[in-house]
Protein backbone atom coordinates (compact mmCIF):
# COMPACT_ATOMS: atom_id res chain seq x y z
CA UNK A 1 0.00 0.00 0.00
CA UNK A 2 2.84 2.56 0.73
CA UNK A 3 4.23 1.50 -2.36
CA UNK A 4 0.88 2.33 -4.14
CA UNK A 5 0.91 5.70 -2.84
CA UNK A 6 4.60 6.24 -3.15
CA UNK A 7 4.44 5.72 -6.93
CA UNK A 8 1.23 7.95 -7.25
CA UNK A 9 2.62 10.62 -5.47
CA UNK A 10 5.74 10.48 -7.94
CA UNK A 11 3.20 10.68 -10.62
CA UNK A 12 1.27 13.65 -9.64
CA UNK A 13 4.37 15.40 -8.96
CA UNK A 14 5.72 14.75 -12.82
CA UNK A 15 2.54 15.56 -14.39
CA UNK A 16 2.54 18.96 -12.02
CA UNK A 17 6.25 19.49 -12.97
CA UNK A 18 5.41 18.74 -16.87
CA UNK A 19 2.29 21.05 -16.38
CA UNK A 20 4.23 23.86 -15.27
CA UNK A 21 7.22 23.71 -18.23
CA UNK A 22 4.85 24.06 -20.26
CA UNK A 23 3.96 27.82 -19.55
CA UNK A 24 6.94 29.29 -19.89
CA UNK A 25 5.79 32.29 -21.25
CA UNK A 26 4.40 34.18 -18.18
CA UNK A 27 1.61 36.37 -19.19
CA UNK A 28 2.10 38.85 -16.75
CA UNK A 29 4.67 40.81 -18.56
CA UNK A 30 2.06 41.75 -21.29
CA UNK A 31 1.95 45.07 -22.03
CA UNK A 32 -1.27 45.31 -22.27
CA UNK A 33 -2.36 43.83 -19.16
CA UNK A 34 0.24 46.80 -17.78
CA UNK A 35 -1.30 49.15 -19.55
CA UNK A 36 -4.96 48.80 -17.86
CA UNK A 37 -3.49 48.43 -14.55
CA UNK A 38 -1.60 51.70 -15.23
CA UNK A 39 -4.98 53.16 -17.00
CA UNK A 40 -7.17 51.90 -13.91
CA UNK A 41 -4.44 53.68 -11.02
CA UNK A 42 -4.95 56.46 -13.12
CA UNK A 43 -8.67 56.35 -12.92
CA UNK A 44 -8.29 56.77 -8.78
CA UNK A 45 -10.89 54.95 -6.42
CA UNK A 46 -10.45 52.44 -3.38
CA UNK A 47 -10.92 49.32 -5.59
CA UNK A 48 -11.64 48.28 -9.14
CA UNK A 49 -14.44 48.56 -11.13
CA UNK A 50 -16.46 46.23 -13.13
CA UNK A 51 -15.11 47.56 -16.24
CA UNK A 52 -11.57 47.89 -15.60
CA UNK A 53 -11.91 44.68 -14.70
CA UNK A 54 -13.94 43.21 -17.47
CA UNK A 55 -11.13 44.17 -19.90
CA UNK A 56 -7.84 42.85 -17.70
CA UNK A 57 -9.80 39.29 -17.36
CA UNK A 58 -10.61 38.64 -21.25
CA UNK A 59 -7.18 39.89 -22.39
CA UNK A 60 -5.35 37.35 -19.78
CA UNK A 61 -7.52 34.79 -19.92
CA UNK A 62 -8.12 34.69 -23.72
CA UNK A 63 -12.03 34.90 -22.84
CA UNK A 64 -15.00 36.92 -24.60
CA UNK A 65 -15.74 40.42 -22.87
CA UNK A 66 -19.39 38.58 -22.44
CA UNK A 67 -17.96 35.43 -20.28
CA UNK A 68 -15.41 37.94 -18.64
CA UNK A 69 -18.32 40.30 -17.97
CA UNK A 70 -20.52 37.67 -16.40
CA UNK A 71 -17.86 36.26 -13.83
CA UNK A 72 -17.45 40.15 -13.07
CA UNK A 73 -21.39 40.44 -12.00
CA UNK A 74 -21.47 37.49 -9.51
CA UNK A 75 -18.47 38.29 -7.74
CA UNK A 76 -19.05 41.86 -7.40
CA UNK A 77 -22.60 40.68 -5.96
CA UNK A 78 -20.80 38.36 -3.64
CA UNK A 79 -17.42 40.67 -2.59
CA UNK A 80 -17.89 44.14 -4.19
CA UNK A 81 -14.84 45.95 -5.68
CA UNK A 82 -11.13 43.76 -4.99
CA UNK A 83 -8.30 46.30 -4.02
CA UNK A 84 -5.83 44.17 -5.86
CA UNK A 85 -5.83 41.40 -8.72
CA UNK A 86 -3.38 38.31 -9.81
CA UNK A 87 -2.26 37.48 -13.29
CA UNK A 88 -0.76 34.13 -13.62
CA UNK A 89 -0.03 30.51 -14.93
CA UNK A 90 -0.18 27.26 -13.25
CA UNK A 91 -0.06 23.60 -13.44
CA UNK A 92 -1.39 21.03 -11.20
CA UNK A 93 -2.24 17.10 -11.44
CA UNK A 94 -3.96 14.95 -9.13
CA UNK A 95 -4.44 11.02 -8.79
CA UNK A 96 -6.95 11.74 -5.52
CA UNK A 97 -4.42 13.84 -3.57
CA UNK A 98 -3.36 16.17 -5.84
CA UNK A 99 -0.75 19.40 -6.05
CA UNK A 100 -0.82 22.61 -7.72
CA UNK A 101 2.15 25.28 -8.50
CA UNK A 102 2.20 28.71 -9.89
CA UNK A 103 3.48 31.94 -10.58
CA UNK A 104 2.34 35.75 -11.61
CA UNK A 105 1.79 39.17 -10.23
CA UNK A 106 0.44 41.09 -7.86
CA UNK A 107 -1.17 44.55 -9.13
CA UNK A 108 -2.69 46.79 -6.59
CA UNK A 109 -5.25 49.43 -7.28
CA UNK A 110 -2.71 52.17 -5.40
CA UNK A 111 0.06 51.36 -8.19
CA UNK A 112 2.34 48.86 -5.95
CA UNK A 113 2.71 45.27 -7.41
CA UNK A 114 4.10 42.28 -6.31
CA UNK A 115 5.89 39.29 -7.91
CA UNK A 116 4.88 36.05 -6.40
CA UNK A 117 4.47 32.23 -6.48
CA UNK A 118 2.11 29.47 -4.77
CA UNK A 119 1.54 25.95 -4.49
CA UNK A 120 -0.63 23.77 -2.21
CA UNK A 121 -2.05 20.19 -2.29
CA UNK A 122 -5.39 19.49 -3.18
CA UNK A 123 -8.03 16.21 -1.86
CA UNK A 124 -11.08 14.71 -3.95
CA UNK A 125 -12.76 12.97 -6.09
CA UNK A 126 -9.97 14.08 -8.46
CA UNK A 127 -8.23 12.92 -11.61
CA UNK A 128 -6.19 14.28 -14.16
CA UNK A 129 -3.15 17.03 -14.88
CA UNK A 130 -4.06 20.66 -15.80
CA UNK A 131 -2.66 24.09 -17.52
CA UNK A 132 -4.17 27.56 -16.76
CA UNK A 133 -4.13 30.75 -17.01
CA UNK A 134 -5.50 32.43 -13.53
CA UNK A 135 -7.13 35.83 -12.83
CA UNK A 136 -7.45 36.52 -9.49
CA UNK A 137 -9.22 38.88 -7.20
CA UNK A 138 -7.78 40.09 -3.99
CA UNK A 139 -10.53 41.65 -1.49
CA UNK A 140 -9.16 44.04 1.92
CA UNK A 141 -5.37 43.24 1.32
CA UNK A 142 -4.06 46.64 2.43
CA UNK A 143 -0.17 45.60 1.99
CA UNK A 144 1.23 43.40 -1.21
CA UNK A 145 3.65 42.30 2.11
CA UNK A 146 0.43 40.33 3.56
CA UNK A 147 -0.37 38.03 0.87
CA UNK A 148 2.17 35.57 1.55
CA UNK A 149 0.67 33.55 3.53
CA UNK A 150 -0.97 30.24 3.25
CA UNK A 151 -5.31 30.25 2.61
CA UNK A 152 -7.59 27.88 2.69
CA UNK A 153 -9.92 26.76 0.39
CA UNK A 154 -13.79 28.02 1.41
CA UNK A 155 -16.19 25.31 1.41
CA UNK A 156 -18.78 25.21 -0.91
CA UNK A 157 -17.78 28.11 -2.79
CA UNK A 158 -16.73 26.47 -6.20
CA UNK A 159 -18.32 26.96 -8.77
CA UNK A 160 -18.32 27.61 -13.12
CA UNK A 161 -19.83 30.26 -14.64
CA UNK A 162 -19.30 31.80 -18.37
CA UNK A 163 -16.82 29.19 -18.88
CA UNK A 164 -14.80 29.56 -15.87
CA UNK A 165 -13.82 27.94 -12.73
CA UNK A 166 -14.10 30.25 -9.47
CA UNK A 167 -13.87 29.73 -6.10
CA UNK A 168 -12.51 31.46 -2.86
CA UNK A 169 -9.75 31.16 -0.58
CA UNK A 170 -9.84 32.86 2.83
CA UNK A 171 -7.26 34.06 5.45
CA UNK A 172 -6.91 36.69 8.60
CA UNK A 173 -9.94 39.03 6.65
CA UNK A 174 -7.95 38.58 3.09
CA UNK A 175 -10.71 36.88 0.57
CA UNK A 176 -9.01 35.61 -2.59
CA UNK A 177 -10.95 34.42 -5.76
CA UNK A 178 -9.15 32.79 -8.41
CA UNK A 179 -10.74 32.61 -11.45
CA UNK A 180 -8.98 29.25 -13.92
CA UNK A 181 -9.27 28.62 -17.70
CA UNK A 182 -7.41 26.22 -19.99
CA UNK A 183 -6.93 22.46 -20.54
CA UNK A 184 -8.74 19.96 -17.91
CA UNK A 185 -10.08 22.55 -15.41
CA UNK A 186 -10.48 20.23 -12.56
CA UNK A 187 -13.26 21.98 -10.09
CA UNK A 188 -13.24 18.78 -7.95
CA UNK A 189 -10.00 19.89 -6.55
CA UNK A 190 -11.46 22.22 -4.65
CA UNK A 191 -10.37 20.94 -0.72
CA UNK A 192 -6.98 21.65 0.17
CA UNK A 193 -5.43 25.46 0.81
CA UNK A 194 -3.14 27.37 -1.31
CA UNK A 195 0.43 29.17 0.04
CA UNK A 196 1.61 32.49 -1.66
CA UNK A 197 5.51 33.05 -1.56
CA UNK A 198 8.23 35.05 -2.72
CA UNK A 199 9.86 32.63 -3.94
CA UNK A 200 9.31 29.09 -5.66
CA UNK A 201 8.82 26.44 -3.57
CA UNK A 202 8.40 22.63 -4.69
CA UNK A 203 6.88 21.38 -1.16
CA UNK A 204 3.76 22.22 -1.14
CA UNK A 205 3.50 21.97 2.86
Known sequence: MVRIKTAAFSLVLALT???????????????????????????????????????????????????AATA????????????????????????GVGLRYGKGTLWMKDGRSQKLYWQGPTVGFDLGADASKVFTLVYDLQDPQYIFRRYPGVDGSAYFIGGMAVNYQRANGVTLAPIRTGVGLRLGAKVGYTSYTKKRNYLPF
Do not use: M, W
Open 17 to 67: LSACATTNNNPTTNSEIQKRHDQAVQNGGTGYSENELVGAISTHLGVTAES
Open 72 to 95: IEKLFKDRGRPVGYITGEEGGGAI
